[in-house]
Structures are given as C-alpha cells and as structure tokens.
C-alpha cells in the first residue's frame, strides 16, 4: 500500500504562484510514475500532468508553460509549481501514484482577489 499526502494549497491572487507537494510513504518502491489532477464541484476530476521515476513529464494542455511537476525520488515526493495562476485554476488538488492507482486526500487552491 502507497499512502500520498497532499500540503501547500491555499488562497492566492490571480497571476500569483503556488507550490504543491506530495509525500509518498509505505510501499514506496513500488511507485513509478505520479501526477496531479484536480477537481470543481460537480466536474469530472481532469489530469493535469504526470512524471515518470526517470522524470519524463507531460503535461495538459490547460496548464501547459504554466505549472511544472518535478519529483524528489530520495523523498518520494512530488512538487507541482504553479504559476500565472488564473480564478479558472480554483479547485481540489489531487495526487496520485501508479496511474490512478493511489490517491491522495486533495488540498485546496482557490485564486482570487
């Protein structure tokens, strides 16, 4: 079992920056790859990148040029940095491990002035 905790969210104006972590812990060998994915109420929660343990990384095209995934594999973390954040970026943001496999209990990011 691979447990995933999300940290970082929070209130933030438009055009500001946020940086999001999440820490693995438990079966941690067996993680290969990890991404974000957030969430609005009453939407389908949409993908928005995903890094390999090689540190491949893709990315949606909504956030593209934008946010940047990078990992710290000795700490089985993984960071999304957002930046030029937009009130369209407001929601629940989620982690998860091994392609939907594990998730993480989300953390909040709202935009707005």
């Known amino acids: 079992q691979v447990q995933l905790v999300e940290s970082g969210g929070g209130l933030v104006q438009p055009g500001g920056s946020l940086r999001l972590s999440c820490a693995a812990s438990?079966?941690?060998?067996?993680?290969?790859?990890m991404g974000w994915y957030r969430q609005v109420p009453g939407k389908q929660r949409e993908w928005i990148a995903t890094?390999?343990?090689?540190?491949?990384?893709v990315y949606a095209d909504s956030v593209k040029g934008r946010f940047t995934i990078s990992r710290d594999n000795a700490k089985s973390t993984v960071y999304l940095q957002m930046n030029s954040l937009k009130p369209e970026d407001t929601a629940v943001y989620y982690c998860?491990?091994?392609?939907?496999?594990?998730w993480g209990q989300g953390t909040q990011v709202t935009v707005s002035s």
């Open positions: 998860d491990a091994n392609f939907r496999t594990y």
């Open positions: 890094i390999t343990r090689s540190g491949s990384a």
């Open positions: 438990g079966s941690i060998v067996s993680i290969n790859a």
